[in-house]
């Protein structure tokens, strides 16, 4: 008889809370057994929770069983999310300004499709081991890739916050696209920056290895992310691959099978209309003492420093005279441009290249390419030199051109050309053993 093929599903949970340090909640999460997502609204003022709260209900349409290419449905649905930004800020621009990351897992039955755009994250523990399986598009994740920070740097650079791509409703918005094989016992855990950044990947690891369910394991996770600080939203979506033929657990917050929404999407919230928590578990309780010192006022810490999450989400203002914006950016662009190709074409006259004018061998200033309406080279100096009077290898080199450093070196190169043809019109040199003069014609 042939063996049991495993079919695999996963249980799923989704957890938020406002934060020790906010008075709202701009995070929005979902969790279904097909799609996972999480998304962190950016922009105070300007309505992050509303970003994240349209972008969720776009992209939980795919919320069914794909009919085709996972990365393709979530590709559409990425660009349909920030198409709907668009929307909402042409209908009220007061909003500009407003953002969300995006960061969704789309389940096939065999397969996860990833989309990812921002700082928001996922993780997958496996076999024990902690894999953080996106990027962060923030500026001190570029210095890390450069290699002029280190990854514990980053956890502590004052502007670790600022994120470099993003939904903004504008057409600047490609989000990471990837597929994944999962596992049988894989967790997975999108997050937002609320918990990446009050607790440390170790703990994170810890969590997820040793907690019996992910039920617990969100719960200990969010409480984790407020004993640190809890200084923004912290959002958890976790699932766990499964035997679906396995007996399930009837305690776990899935075991209906129902979608779970948490966050501003919950409430489609507006900013200041005060916490927007929702989850399908209990709420993990701040205490008295947790919210002391607390003003109330976004952006300003109880000790009446600014708050350097707010930065990240402060409003932008209304965009206005867009087409001259635009026409500033192109003509620089093509300053720029110009720029650029006026420092190439000084390069190109400082270097020389021994070549062939009319069958003599000459010094050529410039570098040799073959581009329309545009003469990169001219002659420098023609030689006595034929191309003739050169064994057939010499000859072909020089046909081909032989790039010298300097005009002196140029020169000398010359010189030994000369050397070569003159031994090779000498009968006696020519037929000497060891020479290369036998090409010549």
Known sequence: MPAHQTRLGYTYVALSDVGRRRNSNQDSGYASPHLLVIADGMGGAAAGDLASSEVM???????????????????????????????????????????T????????????????????????????HLHQITKDHTLVQSLVDEGRLT??????????????RVLLGRDDAEPDLTLIEPRLGDRYLLCSDGLSDMVDDDSIAHVLANAPTVDVAAVELVQRALAGGGADNVTVILGEIIDLDAPPDPTLASADGQPMLVGAASEQARPGSGPTTATNLD?????????EGDTGAAGVNGDGTADPEALRYAPRPPQRYVW????????????????????????????????TSDGNVAIFRGIQADLPLLE????EEVTDITLASLPTFRANQVEKGITST???????????LRDIAARCADPAQANAPGTECGGVE
């Not at 190109?348 to 021994?354: G, K, P």
């Open 376 to 379: 990169l080279d001219s002659v």
């Open 101 to 128: 990351t995006l960061t969704a897992l789309l389940w096939n039955g065999t397969t996860f499709g990833l989309a990812h755009i921002g700082d928001s994250r996922a993780y997958l523990m496996r076999d024990g």
């Open 406 to 416: 300097s005009l002196a070196d140029a020169r000398d190169t010359i010189d030994q």
């Open 151 to 164: 990854p514990e740097g980053a956890r502590s650079h004052p502007n670790r916050s600022l994120i470099l």
């Open 283 to 291: 709420a993990v309780p701040a205490s008295d003492d947790d919210l």
């Open 57 to 99: 209900h776009v992209v939980r349409r795919l919320d069914r069983p794909p009919n085709g290419d996972v990365i393709e449905a979530l590709a559409g649905a990425v660009h349909r999310a920030n198409d709907r930004l668009a929307e909402v800020i042409e209908d009220d621009p007061s909003v500009e300004g407003m953002g």
């Open 324 to 355: 001259l914006r635009r026409l500033v950016v192109i003509a620089v662009v093509v300053g720029l441009l110009a720029l650029a190709a006026k420092l190439t074409y000084d390069w190109t006259q400082r270097q020389y290249y021994v070549g």
